[in-house]
């Protein structure tokens, strides 16, 4: 496996959520990552393989180098995957000299702004940084890798930035009613001068965050595109051979690989012009989850639960197999699926770091499917049989290094948000606060597992009670909606409104709410929850559990401030595919990326 220049390493002492970035070279710690990684459960068959081949490579000329700035935060292994299934080859930048002597030099910033100021600083490489662009050598930032370029931002800060922009990095206002972090897919307004964005024809690219930098009359000189989200901010940067861009191309899918490309090669000729799009504004997302568990004979499978029961009802009773993960996962991306959900419902709960099969399937996944990838199963802290404690930012770590580009909390948010609400205090040790701390809030998904509870009067509990659109059996007009823990085997003294209130404040991104009740029944989502929460949060909200057709899709956007909507089943089951739901929303007025 070809591992990047830096690393995240977590003490696990007290001070455990305090962040450090070491060089592999050095690190014992994240030595012994790789280490487990590679030895731990090896005789365990790991029966996937990759989903297709790279493009045609390169030579290995000069010229076909991509010289990579990867400072060891966050998901980077996408960019690499996109850089050569272009054609191209990487060099790692280790020193400062490495950047001042690169041919082009792709900068991929993911995470917070503060740790990312601080290894360049530390390192050396801020100056260089500067220097390269300056001299106005080929550059690509991405996300953070823009938002670096200006003077200062408000993330955890003040913070200085490189100061090659003027202008300040400030959070979306989330007061106006648009949530926040801005996650999904939204139209751009291009210049004509934009040129490595002459092939997106009016079609959506994918943004993930919190924070942006706004045009002024200081910085409207480098403004190559805008997009608007609440307010009109900067989507991407050019001068000269200088370009930024606040999206992520390289999970933006054919759209954002004709930016790479046209960065990496621009003195080519578009031989095709592509088909013009209708993006408009933010679009609703069309999300596919794969539930992976290994089955009796010891392969990863895809698998769907009736009420999360994934054995089929027969005297085997058997797990129920739909398909290859890896296969799947490429098939949906090819069929235009926004996002793919993997959901590791069994994985090495013991042991989450030895989990090899789940990060081999993101591993290969992500070679060919360029949208976002979000894991979830067995994030947590845990101990390994010598004692070895592990921190649960150091299991996110290695999903992320792996291909993940968010990753999905569960039980460990439940427990977490019932002792906040307890304490009132935010320790700053949970999963939720040490992950988002150092990878931003965007990269992390809670996944809430409700069960629906009817009650005669709304005074019969002390959590939030709604009114039902479909009375209970006995008549009972009145819900409160429990939440889970293990796969739903536990019921926990906390209400979905309550929990999602609290990983709120706790540091989630993002909500992915599932629905025990309607889960696997096909008679659409719960739109009565899907309410109540969506209108409770200011952070996006994804519906899951109970699609059976196209018209709950729409059905679920209409009537809720649904950001998303995650089918599984339907999809593996090819009762309905993806396109068709796309076809449907986009029919009834609803934007889609198509």
Same mark, same amino acid.
């Given at each position: 496996?070809?591992?990047?220049?830096?690393?995240?390493?977590?003490s696990?002492?007290?001070?455990?959520? *305090?962040?450090?970035?070491?060089?592999?070279?050095?690190?014992?710690h994240t030595? @012994?990552?790789?280490?487990?990684?590679?030895?731990?459960?090896?005789?365990?068959?790991?029966?996937?393989?990759?989903s297709?081949?790279?493009?045609?490579?390169?030579?290995? @000329?000069?010229?076909?180098?991509?010289?990579?700035?990867?400072? %060891?935060?966050?998901?980077?292994?996408?960019?690499?995957?996109?850089?050569?299934?272009?054609?191209?080859?990487?060099?790692?930048?280790?020193?400062?000299?490495?950047?001042?002597?690169?041919?082009?030099?792709?900068?991929?910033?993911v995470?917070?702004?503060?740790?990312?100021?601080?290894?360049?600083?530390?390192?050396g490489?801020?100056?260089?940084?500067?220097?390269?662009?300056?001299?106005? *050598?080929?550059?690509?930032?991405?996300?953070?890798?823009?938002?670096?370029?200006?003077?200062?931002?408000?993330?955890?800060?003040?913070?200085? %930035?490189?100061?090659?922009?003027?202008?300040?990095?400030?959070?979306?206002?989330?007061?106006?009613g648009?949530?926040?972090?801005?996650?999904?897919?939204? /139209?751009?307004?291009?210049?004509?001068?934009?040129?490595?964005?002459?092939?997106?024809?009016? *079609?959506?690219?994918?943004?993930?965050?919190?924070?942006?930098?706004?045009?002024?009359?200081? #910085? =409207?000189?480098?403004?190559?595109?805008?997009?608007?989200?609440?307010?009109?901010?900067?989507?991407s940067?050019?001068?000269?051979?200088?370009?930024?861009?606040?999206?992520?191309?390289?999970?933006?899918?054919?759209?954002?690989?004709?930016?790479?490309? *046209?960065?990496?090669?621009?003195?080519?000729?578009?031989?095709? =012009?592509?088909?013009?799009?209708? /993006?408009?504004?933010?679009?609703?997302? +069309?999300?596919?989850?794969?539930?992976?568990?290994?089955?009796?004979?010891?392969?990863?499978?895809?698998?769907?639960?009736?009420?999360?029961?994934?054995? &089929?009802?027969?005297?085997?009773?058997?797990?129920?197999?739909?398909g290859?993960?890896?296969?799947?996962?490429?098939?949906?991306?090819?069929?235009?699926?926004?996002?793919?959900?993997?959901?590791?419902?069994?994985?090495?709960?013991?042991?989450?770091? !030895?989990?090899?099969?789940?990060?081999?399937?993101?591993?290969?996944?992500?070679?060919?499917?360029?949208?976002?990838?979000?894991?979830?199963?067995?994030?947590?802290?845990?101990?390994?049989? #010598?004692?070895?404690?592990?921190?649960?930012?150091?299991?996110?770590?290695?999903?992320?290094?792996? %291909?993940?580009?968010?990753i999905?909390?569960?039980?460990?948010?439940?427990?977490?948000?019932?002792?906040?609400?307890?304490?009132?205090?935010?320790?700053?040790?949970?999963?939720?606060?040490?992950? $988002?701390?150092?990878?931003?809030?965007?990269?992390?998904?809670? $996944?809430?597992?409700?069960?629906? +509870?009817?009650?005669?009067?709304?005074?019969?509990?002390?959590?939030?009670?709604?009114?039902?659109?479909?009375?209970?059996?006995?008549? &009972?007009?009145?819900?409160?909606?429990?939440?889970?823990?293990?796969?739903?085997?536990?019921?926990?003294?906390? %209400?979905?409104?309550?929990l999602?209130?609290?990983?709120?404040?706790?540091?989630?991104?993002?909500?992915?709410?599932?629905?025990?009740?309607?889960?696997?029944?096909?008679?659409?989502?719960?739109?009565?929850?899907v309410?109540?929460?969506?209108?409770?949060?200011?952070?996006?909200?994804? /519906?899951?559990?109970?699609?059976?057709?196209?018209?709950?899709?729409?059905?679920?956007?209409?009537?809720?401030?649904?950001?998303a909507?995650? /089918?599984? !089943?339907?999809?593996?089951?090819?009762?309905?595919?993806?396109?068709? +739901?796309?076809?449907?929303?986009?029919?009834?007025?609803?934007?889609?990326?198509?």
């Amino acid at each position: 496996m070809e591992a990047p220049p830096f690393s995240i390493a977590v003490s696990s002492s007290s001070s455990s959520s *305090r962040t450090v970035f070491r060089s592999l070279s050095s690190s014992a710690h994240t030595s @012994s990552l790789f280490f487990l990684r590679n030895n731990h459960y090896k005789t365990r068959h790991l029966k996937v393989k990759s989903s297709g081949k790279f493009a045609v490579r390169a030579s290995l @000329s000069g010229d076909s180098v991509v010289t990579l700035l990867d400072y %060891g935060a966050g998901n980077v292994r996408s960019v690499r995957n996109a850089i050569r299934y272009l054609g191209f080859d990487i060099k790692d930048v280790q020193t400062p000299e490495d950047i001042l002597n690169a041919k082009r030099l792709i900068f991929p910033g993911v995470g917070a702004f503060a740790p990312a100021m601080d290894v360049l600083n530390s390192k050396g490489m801020a100056e260089a940084l500067c220097s390269y662009i300056e001299n106005d *050598r080929p550059f690509l930032g991405i996300c953070l890798g823009l938002q670096l370029l200006f003077e200062s931002s408000e993330e955890n800060g003040p913070v200085k %930035g490189l100061g090659l922009i003027p202008g300040v990095v400030g959070r979306f206002d989330s007061s106006n009613g648009f949530r926040v972090p801005h996650i999904g897919w939204n /139209a751009l307004e291009i210049s004509e001068d934009s040129e490595i964005l002459d092939e997106i024809s009016n *079609r959506h690219v994918y943004f993930v965050h919190s924070y942006r930098a706004m045009p002024s009359d200081k #910085n =409207k000189e480098w403004i190559s595109s805008t997009c608007s989200y609440g307010d009109r901010f900067i989507a991407s940067v050019r001068r000269g051979n200088v370009h930024a861009v606040q999206f992520h191309p390289e999970k933006s899918g054919e759209v954002g690989l004709s930016v790479l490309r *046209r960065f990496l090669l621009p003195k080519s000729t578009v031989t095709k =012009k592509p088909n013009e799009g209708k /993006a408009s504004r933010l679009a609703k997302r +069309v999300i596919a989850c794969l539930d992976v568990r290994t089955n009796d004979q010891g392969d990863l499978v895809v698998t769907k639960g009736d009420q999360y029961d994934v054995r &089929e009802q027969t005297e085997e009773n058997e797990v129920r197999n739909l398909g290859k993960p890896v296969e799947l996962a490429g098939q949906y991306y090819k069929d235009g699926a926004d996002e793919v959900s993997f959901l590791n419902i069994t994985g090495f709960r013991d042991f989450p770091l !030895g989990d090899l099969p789940m990060l081999q399937v993101l591993r290969y996944t992500s070679e060919n499917v360029f949208v976002p990838l979000t894991v979830g199963g067995g994030i947590r802290d845990f101990k390994d049989a #010598n004692g070895r404690h592990y921190s649960s930012l150091e299991v996110a770590s290695e999903y992320f290094r792996s %291909g993940a580009d968010k990753i999905s909390i569960g039980s460990d948010a439940v427990y977490a948000a019932e002792e906040y609400l307890r304490t009132g205090v935010k320790t700053g040790k949970t999963s939720l606060e040490q992950i $988002s701390k150092v990878y931003g809030n965007q990269a992390v998904v809670v $996944s809430i597992d409700p069960r629906r +509870v009817y009650l005669k009067s709304p005074d019969d509990v002390e959590f939030k009670v709604i009114r039902v659109t479909n009375p209970g059996p006995n008549g &009972e007009e009145y819900a409160w909606y429990q939440c889970t823990v293990n796969g739903g085997r536990e019921g926990r003294p906390i %209400g979905a409104y309550e929990l999602a209130k609290a990983v709120e404040e706790l540091g989630a991104g993002e909500i992915l709410l599932n629905c025990i009740d309607c889960d696997g029944q096909g008679k659409g989502f719960d739109t009565d929850l899907v309410k109540l929460i969506s209108d409770s949060v200011s952070i996006p909200v994804i /519906a899951s559990s109970g699609a059976g057709c196209p018209d709950h899709f729409s059905e679920v956007f209409n009537k809720t401030n649904a950001s998303a909507a995650l /089918a599984a !089943g339907i999809f593996h089951r090819k009762e309905v595919p993806i396109q068709s +739901v796309k076809e449907h929303l986009f029919k009834e007025g609803i934007e889609v990326r198509r």
